[in-house]
Each structure stands twice: as structure tokens, then as C-alpha cells.
């Protein structure tokens, strides 16, 4: 007999609830509204086919509508997300935990997609549409996008929205993701994108303020996926890539700012990275001249 349990939080904008069917615990995810049907719909086929070599995602188990709203449910998994457990785990798990993560990455998968710049520059093209009011820095920000080239950001399975809030630790000590999303391009690129949203600009922890023994963790974090990175084949690259598509998720939240806190937060992370994307291609351009003498 089905018997609900209670709501569970999220950060998807859908109702996620916990019920028992006999001795099964499982999740439900339901659609907030039938606008919203779509996207959900395709979140639950990206679940259930995104393929993981270590990293995990909770089993579906079945799908269907209550009330013309699309839902789907799935297992039940005890953890804690990553973003809670960064403050307590012990520096060598936290290592151990991003190599697994990044090794679960569907790299070998990737393939080219000759469309890859068209699809970015629309995408950074509807963004200028949309926000009105450009400082100085929103307006190098859409140049220094305008004359990137995206030919290096490789086609693969993603989540699409790869924050450590939705990457979550089962008292088993595996890796779970959930809450996959649609998005404009489908790259394990973006994902580390997202992935650096937090390790850098630390955006799933900006209304807790500094800590200090979570900063240095997550500086930790960052290093050890950086390196993981530029050992792969063109990885430099690659890593100044990311950093673009991190300046781009942040300007994309433009739009949704709510608060004069976010804003000044959100600010002060698109300068970050700018900064950083300017060192690292200083840093390129030397290496290049000193490979030419």
C-alpha cells in the first residue's frame, strides 16, 4: 500500500516527496505546473541513461501523472550532500571523493559538434537580448565570450547541473548524483563548469558567509580537479574554457537577481573569474613565445 512520508527539500523548483510502498522507500519528483511538464520529462530520460563508471544515480523505478502533472519516482538513497559534508570529512576522503568524481566523467564519450560555436554564440547572443543594464565589466564580459572559441568544448552525456549541492554522499560512502537538468549543450565540460561554480566562486554557499575551514577545502577541491584536468591531452586549454562557461553560467543568472546581497556576490564572482581567465591566457600567450625562440 502506498503511503506518503513527507516532503523533501530541493533546489529544483519541482515537488520531491518520500513514500513507502510495502517495505520500499522511494523519492517521487513531480512537475510544479504543466508548463514545466517538458523539462522534467527530459530530466527523467537524461537520469535514467546517463551511464556513471563509479559515481551513481538513484534507480528509476517508474513515471506517469498526478493531476495532468508529469512525475517520476525513484530510489530512496540515505546520504548528505556534498555540500554539507565538506565542512566535516577528512582532507584525504575529500581528494579520494573528487577523483572518483572526475574520473566518472564521461570523457570517452566526447565528440566534436561542428555546431558547437553557432549553438554558444546564440546562446551568448539571447543573453545580451535580455539584460539591459550593462556596467563596464557586463560588456567586456560579452566580448571576451564573443571571441572565444568553442570548438574545444566536446559533445557528451552531462548532468547539467552538476553543484555540489546535487552531488550526494550515501552512508555507504558512494557518490550519487540527482537532479539532472536540461540544458543549452550537452559537455562534461559545462558539468566541471558548474563544479567550479562552487569550488571557486563558492555560489551554492553565498548566504553562509566566509568559513574558513570550508574555503581552505574547497580550495583543496579545486586544485586537485584543476590538476586532473590539464593532464588530460590539451587540458590547459580546457581548464580556460571551463572558466568561460563559468563567466557565462554566472552572467546567465543576471537576470534572476532577487536581492542586492546576491548581486553584489554574483558581481564579485564574474570579476573573479575574469581575472583568473586574463592570468591564464597571459600565462599561455608566454609559454607560446617562449616555445617560439
Not at 273 to 291: C, G, L, P, R
Request: positive net charge; charged residues 25%.
Amino acid at each position: 500500500m502506498l503511503k506518503f512520508i513527507k516532503n523533501l527539500n530541493g533546489h529544483s523548483g519541482c515537488e520531491i516527496s518520500l513514500f513507502k510502498d510495502e517495505n520500499k522507500f522511494f523519492v517521487r519528483k513531480k512537475s510544479s505546473s504543466k508548463e514545466y511538464n517538458l523539462r522534467l520529462k527530459k530530466q527523467f530520460i537524461k537520469q535514467s541513461k546517463y551511464d556513471l563508471k563509479i559515481a551513481k544515480t538513484p534507480k528509476i523505478y517508474g513515471y506517469g501523472y498526478d493531476k495532468d502533472l508529469f512525475f517520476f519516482d525513484m530510489e530512496y538513497v540515505q546520504s548528505i550532500a556534498f555540500c554539507e559534508y565538506i565542512n566535516t570529512i577528512k582532507i584525504t576522503e575529500l581528494v579520494d571523493y573528487i577523483k572518483m568524481l572526475f574520473k566518472s566523467l564521461p570523457i570517452n564519450k566526447s565528440i566534436k559538434n561542428q555546431y558547437v560555436n553557432n549553438i554558444f554564440r546564440q546562446k551568448i547572443s539571447n543573453l545580451n537580448k535580455i539584460i539591459f543594464n550593462k556596467n563596464t565589466t557586463i560588456k567586456y564580459v560579452f566580448e571576451l565570450l564573443n571571441e572565444t572559441d568553442w570548438n574545444g568544448v566536446l559533445q557528451s552525456p552531462s548532468h547539467g547541473d552538476l553543484t555540489l549541492e546535487n552531488i550526494m554522499i550515501s552512508t555507504d560512502n558512494k557518490l550519487y548524483l540527482i537532479d539532472f537538468l536540461d540544458t543549452f549543450f550537452s559537455s562534461w565540460i559545462i558539468d566541471l563548469a558548474k563544479i567550479f561554480q562552487d569550488l571557486e566562486i563558492k555560489w551554492s554557499f553565498r548566504n553562509i558567509g566566509p568559513d574558513t575551514n570550508r574555503d581552505l577545502r574547497l580550495l583543496i577541491a579545486k586544485e586537485t580537479i584543476s590538476e586532473m584536468i590539464k593532464s588530460l591531452p590539451d587540458g590547459e586549454n580546457i581548464l580556460l574554457l571551463i572558466y568561460k562557461i563559468l563567466l557565462l553560467n554566472l552572467v546567465r543568472i543576471i537576470p534572476y537577481l532577487k536581492d542586492k546581497k546576491t548581486e553584489i556576490f554574483l558581481y564579485s564572482g564574474i570579476e573573479n573569474t575574469i581575472n583568473i581567465i586574463k592570468k591564464m591566457e597571459a600565462k599561455n600567450e608566454n609559454s607560446y613565445y617562449s616555445m617560439c625562440r
